[in-house]
């Protein structure tokens, strides 16, 4: 009679699994596979971080190398009063110059449209008896010489032309009437300045 039973079968037992050479070959050869790959990578990662440091110091030290350049080119530079003050006095000239061709500019202009009105309040209260043999237009002043068959005619026509548009408003500052060496009567009037005395001349 059995007093003993045994459930522990020897199918579910554990075995006991040596490892054969080939399968530790392999693990190590695949091992080594895996880490000199790993080294190589490591290597190559580390040679082109250093290339891009040295790269990166010697554009510091050039940059550098510059900037103690520049610095020293300033600290050597040194401004030439003189030249500072003939520039500037150039340019003052300049200034004036400039402003004087403006002034010139303007008067011209003026003159030219002061004239076409002169001209035309001339040709429209002319004289029969009078005529004209020189016009002088400096900017608002007016010279007029020119000659007659008799004195009275002068004053009349002048009345006419201080109607005109151009003449309203202006006096003329002087009015001589003489005859030449020929006895021709000849007359000079003016809106400016006193004129001097013609020499040689016969006032009437």
Same mark, same amino acid.
């Given at each position: 009679? @059995? ?7 020897? =199918? ?9 050479? =080939? ?12 880490? =000199? ?10 040679? @082109? ?14 940059? #550098? ?20 003050? @003939? ?9 004036? @110059? ?12 003026? !003159? ?26 400096? *900017? ?22 201080? !109607?005109?548009?151009?003449? #309203? *408003? ?29 020499? *040689?001349?016969?006032?009437?």
């Amino acid at each position: 009679m @059995k007093n003993r039973v045994n459930l522990y079968h020897a =199918s579910i037992q554990p075995k006991l699994q040596l490892l054969t050479l =080939s399968s530790v070959l392999v693990i190590w050869l695949v091992a080594t596979i895996l880490c =000199s790959f790993l080294y190589f990578y490591m290597v190559s990662e580390q040679q @082109k971080l250093q290339s891009e440091v040295t790269m990166l110091e010697s554009n510091k030290k050039q940059q #550098k190398t510059l900037l103690n350049e520049l610095k020293n080119a300033v600290e050597n530079l040194k401004m030439d009063l003189s030249l500072v003050e @003939k520039v500037e006095e150039k340019q003052k000239l300049i200034g004036l @110059k400039q402003r004087v061709l403006n002034e010139l500019a303007g008067q011209e202009d003026l !003159k030219s449209i002061g004239f076409s009105k002169l001209m035309l309040d001339l040709a429209s209260h002319s004289q029969d008896q009078l005529w004209l043999t020189r016009i002088n237009l400096n *900017g608002t002043s007016v010279v007029i010489e020119g000659a007659a068959t008799d004195s009275f005619i002068v004053p009349k026509w002048l009345g006419l032309l201080g !109607k005109t548009d151009y003449f #309203k *408003g202006q006096e003329f500052s002087d009015t001589r009437l003489y005859r030449d060496p020929e006895q021709q009567l000849n007359f000079v009037i003016s809106t400016g300045e006193q004129l001097t005395i013609i020499k *040689g001349s016969n006032n009437d």
